[in-house]
């Protein structure tokens, strides 16, 4: 059997969904195929239930240091089933609202897995059982997995973030492999929430995509609240025992209640049946697209995850949008085709405490000539209001411009700095100067203030900075 179709998108996560929705916002006919619930695995898996278990963390240090604020109030433990309930309400608001918005629009959503079929002279399709969904468009967006390095990872001792999101209790002791942005938010949560915690990380530092500098404040700040780093080291081996897991790191052997594994994510291509249909995949695994996100396969367009970059659920809706405009505008729709973000122009955001946050180019790939302003939050008032009495500070907003031109770089790291970093997309998106900002006026106290501080002084009249 065969039903025909504008637009077929297999997967419903960040991608395919915000795909779908303006697809159908611009008049197409779409089918959202995906054998799980819909919102994929920021929604279920990713973005929000770790962010809303790092909220749980944050209150557990907020109330630990209760005191320098002068209010009394007493720890009496973490239930670690209360937050995973809280975190599941999240998430399954945030559930009920896409549905009942995917259903609004008239989306046609099947609830099966699916496969590319090439196409016929109809156009290519989505495969699901006996049916075959043709489409002038289809849409690959089934995102990516764990990579796992081949440790026998059970989902009980030795685990992925899929069962660190799951658990009903907490761990004494933890490794985590893999110092990048998952392993540093659940180091940084399980650490706040009273897990003895070990980091391993390969490199020579956290977060090596960030400013060095940022990394370096990072492991201090982690180290401090009794996170062991260790840098440039791996596991080599574990096994898991009845009552815990034997890691192997270097010439040691470690005790711990579990093994957290986050070493990366590899796109899921695999029963899509992608070279019969055309498709091209590039040596790492990743569906190969041109600059419109269109694969070799006439039709057939990919997003998301499975398109080598960063692994962000905004850049997923980035890429949704643009296709189903593009679409749009090929069968004859009004519409302007929102252009496509460059990588390097997406902010992100890593939610450990404290945090880093960036857009743009380091100062290592802007260049010698470029010129970099750190303006500390020692001396922004709301950061130190945000600490409390006898609380260190060590945020830094860093900002980079090229040699008297256009800003091409914000680094920030610090409390809810995330809050901060749209400002600074938006002054790299629009390749602003810092002459450009330096007129507009930040309120005051805010953390915001620090962007405009660190501007001023990118502007050579630096106003509450030694220059
Ligand atoms: C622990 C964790 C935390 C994260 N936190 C953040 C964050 O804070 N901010 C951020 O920007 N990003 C975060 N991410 C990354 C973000 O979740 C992903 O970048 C985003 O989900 C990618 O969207 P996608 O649509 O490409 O794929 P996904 O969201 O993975 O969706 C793919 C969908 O395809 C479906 N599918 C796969 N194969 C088939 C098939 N054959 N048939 C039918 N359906 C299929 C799957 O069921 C899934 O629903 C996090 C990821 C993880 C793992
Ligand atoms: N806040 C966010 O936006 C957010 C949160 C979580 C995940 N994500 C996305 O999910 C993706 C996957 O996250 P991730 O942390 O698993 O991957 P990652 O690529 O961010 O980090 C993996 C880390 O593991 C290290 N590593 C690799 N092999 C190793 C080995 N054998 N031994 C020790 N260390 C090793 C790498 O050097 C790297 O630092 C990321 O790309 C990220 O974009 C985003």
Redesign the pocket.
Known sequence: MTSTFDVAILGAGSAGYACALRAAQLGLSVALVDDSPLGGTCLHR??IP?KAWLQAAKVRRTVAKAGSFGIGAELTGVDAKGVRDYADATVAGLHRGLSSLIASRGITVITERGSLVPDDGRGPGIETGAIVHRAKAVVLATG?A??T?GLPVDGHRIIT?EEALRLEDLPSRAVV?????????FASMWADLGVEVTL????DR????EEPGHSRILTKELSRRGVTVLLG???TAAEAREDGVAVTIGDEEVSADLLLV????RPVTEGLRLEAAGVSVSAGGHVAVDANLQTAARGVYAAGDLVAG????HRGYAHGLHIAERVAQLRGRPSNATELPRDSDIA????CSPQLASVGLTAQQAGPDAEVVDYHLTGNGRAQILKGAGGRESGVVRLIRRPGGEIVGVHLIGDDVSELISEGALLVGWQAAPEDLSSIVHPHPSLSEAIAEANWALAGRPLHMHR
């Open positions: 990713g973005c770790t990516a764990p990579i390095l973030s492999l893999g110092g990048g942005v998952i392993g540093v938010e391993v990380e390969a490199t956290l977060l090596p995509a080291s791996t596991v986050a070493v990366g994510r960063p692994q962000l659920a992100r955001v890593t939610y």
